[in-house]
DNA sequence: CTCTTGTGAATGCATATGCATCTATATGGA
DNA sequence: TCCATATAGATGCATATGCATTCACAAGAG
């Protein structure tokens, strides 16, 4: 029987409920805003930081730890809003290049507010700077990298 | 225009990736084992706390963070898998009372060893005694409560 | 008692997700 | 060159989710 200390359940229990309230209040003032839900921010920006050249898909997926079948729908979707434009790859015919339109990151900056505006109410405003220091540190220590 | 230093940025973004890459991880293990998905452990493991008096729907609901429909068709699967029986509440004619069968509680101890296993592996390994108890403090700052 | 309003729970319909599979191209070896 | 295998990406089908609405009962006002 596997046992776990109370700290380890205390700390992961606290951080999935965070998380998922976390995002829920995002989720739901992006909605009000009439604004797309925030998966379609993470995509405008890994994609605009890409630049001009783009990025695939496969790279997009490892980067937002989506599974091959979300990315496609989720770029789908995305491209039928125009905020992006898809090309083929020369170099690989199987591939793509995504870009992002200048829809795209307008509606990136238009959503970044609304993001940024909750994470300082619920995150910052919450701890001090040593707190945060501290939290971002020990967070780091959990990444399934190793 | 609303900014947010470094570490809040940091910590916000390893929240996200580490709670995301965890439960997945945990989802599929779970899959592996033949295991119903961690939504269920969660409502059976608060309804097992309730004991044999029962809980109310809209209690669960408010203790698992879910939407009132989500809750509604969770607790059909879980009955429809026998896990679970529904009865009338006496006192309150539109309520209902959900008390733990004995296959449920047996399903909730299979699903604990997997659950509990990554949870070792990927968190309490990771941090000494000190590390846990000081995140468990940081996050419980984070509890959108206040 | 009756009417209005509030609350617990279910459900029809549209959209999103997960799984498995499929197509097309790439790559390395015989 | 030809074949086997691997990788990029899309998609059909089943299941799950979100939204809005609905139904049933509760509670308080008159």
Redesign the pocket.
């Known amino acids: 029987m596997t046992s776990l200390s109370p700290e380890t359940i205390a700390a992961w229990t606290s951080l999935i409920s965070v998380s998922t309230a976390v995002l829920d209040r995002i989720e739901t003032a992006l909605?009000r805003a009439g604004l797309p839900p925030l998966?379609w921010y993470d995509a405008l920006l890994e994609i605009e930081k890409a630049g001009p050249e783009g990025i695939?898909?496969?790279e997009l997926k490892a980067r937002l730890l989506l599974?091959?079948?979300?990315t496609?729908?989720?770029?789908d979707?995305i491209e039928t809003a125009g905020l992006i434009t898809?090309r083929a790859?020369d170099g690989?015919?199987?591939?793509?290049l995504v870009v992002l339109s200048a829809a795209g990151e307008a509606m990136r900056r238009r959503m970044w507010p609304v993001y940024a505006g909750l994470l300082a109410e619920l995150v910052e405003h919450r701890l001090d700077a040593e707190d945060r220091a501290q939290l971002a540190g020990l967070l780091a220590k959990l990444h399934p990298n190793a």
């Open positions: 909605k998966s695939r898909p496969f599974a091959q079948y979300s496609s729908r989720l770029l979707r898809r790859c690989d015919g199987r591939g793509q």
